[in-house]
């Protein structure tokens, strides 16, 4: 399917080209007398960049995330930290952090507002006390369990919906592909 390099669906941004423009934006890339939508940006190569691409589609898979899962207040971070402690029980923070490409201070700050939510707990490990294993509550396994639902009946099944099986299964190779391999 041909890219169309020369504009976006949304307006992403007005440009201002003359004096007139920047005195109403309403006017910018038109000629005295036209009236317009805001003109879109022009993309060009960025429209053809993988990384680009991804970080557009990442942004969208995250608020359709949130806007399903709102009525538990998790962050995509939270909720795999949730299901690899559910999967993983007893595992340190250094383990999970790692799994999930999350630098430690910034885990542990999850943690600490997890944690306070009464979601996990962090347990001082018995075979090396300078380290604590990770566990989750009875709450947390409600929350998670509830999350997982919501999941599942709205976000995923709107992203299958949009894919389809096949299309599904490809795009889940081909990351799993750029993440494994670069």
């Not at 890219?3 to 910018?28: L, Q």
């Not at 599942?152 to 894919?163: G, P, Q, V, Y």
Request: positive net charge; glycine residues 6%; charged residues 25%.
């Amino acid at each position: 399917m041909p890219v169309n390099r020369n504009a976006t669906k949304p307006a992403i941004s007005k440009t201002a080209n003359n004096k007139d423009a920047m005195a109403d934006p309403a006017k910018v890339g038109k000629e005295p007398g036209e009236a317009s939508e805001a003109a879109a940006l022009q993309l060009g190569e960025l429209s053809e960049l993988l990384g680009y691409a991804m970080k557009r589609a990442q942004l969208k898979v995250f608020e359709d995330f949130l806007r399903c899962v709102a009525p538990l207040q998790l962050t995509p971070a939270q909720f795999s930290v949730l299901l690899l402690l559910d999967r993983n029980p007893g595992r340190n923070q250094t383990e999970i952090a790692s799994t999930l490409g999350i630098l430690r201070p910034n885990f542990v700050s999850m943690l600490d507002g997890l944690e306070s939510r009464g979601l996990c707990e962090r347990v001082r490990s018995a075979s090396d006390r300078r380290s604590h294993i990770l566990l989750l509550t009875d709450k947390g396994r409600a929350v998670l369990a509830r999350a997982k639902k919501l999941v599942a009946t709205k976000h995923e099944a709107r992203l299958n919906e949009l894919l389809g099986p096949a299309n599904r299964v490809a795009l889940l190779e081909m990351l799993a592909k750029i993440a494994g391999e670069l």
